[in-house]
Nanobody, 123 residues
Framework: QVQLVESGGGLVQAGASLRLSCSAS????????MGWFRQAPGKEREFVAA????????RTIETMKGRFIVSRDNAKNMMYLQMYNLQPGDTAEYYC????????????????WGQGTRVTVSS
């Protein structure tokens, strides 16, 4: 059973950058689409970005395009989220997830979730 662990979160000032990492163990993610989601305090979980199993297809939520970039390294069983120009509105718990299929952006299609890493952006 694949397990996912996120890392790289922290407290930063507005305008800073962070790179989140998602490490997979217990199995390969090479055939799985992967995604990032976030949940801000008091809000619903929302989709952030997804990447296909081969890394050739990506999707980032429109409001984050140009600031958030998803990537993966299948040789290392890792996925990343590079975040630039962070704003207080980006404060949230960030989760990585592995899908049953090679590509999806729909939360119900992700069957393995990490525990989350917290990102806090101060103004």
């Amino acid at each position: 059973q694949v397990q996912l662990v996120e890392s790289g979160g922290g407290l930063v000032q507005a305008g800073a950058s962070l790179r989140l990492s998602c490490s997979a163990s217990g199995g390969t993610i090479n055939t799985r689409g992967m995604g990032w989601f976030r949940q801000a305090p008091g809000k619903e979980r929302e989709f952030v970005a997804a990447i296909s199993s081969d890394g050739l297809t990506t999707r980032t939520i429109e409001t984050m395009k140009g600031r958030f970039i998803v990537s993966r390294d299948n040789a290392k069983n890792m996925m990343y989220l590079q975040m630039y120009n962070l704003q207080p509105g980006d404060t949230a718990e960030y989760y990585c997830a592995a899908a049953r299929s090679s590509w999806t952006i729909l939360a119900p299609n992700f069957d393995v979730w990490g525990q989350g890493t917290r990102v806090t952006v101060s103004s």
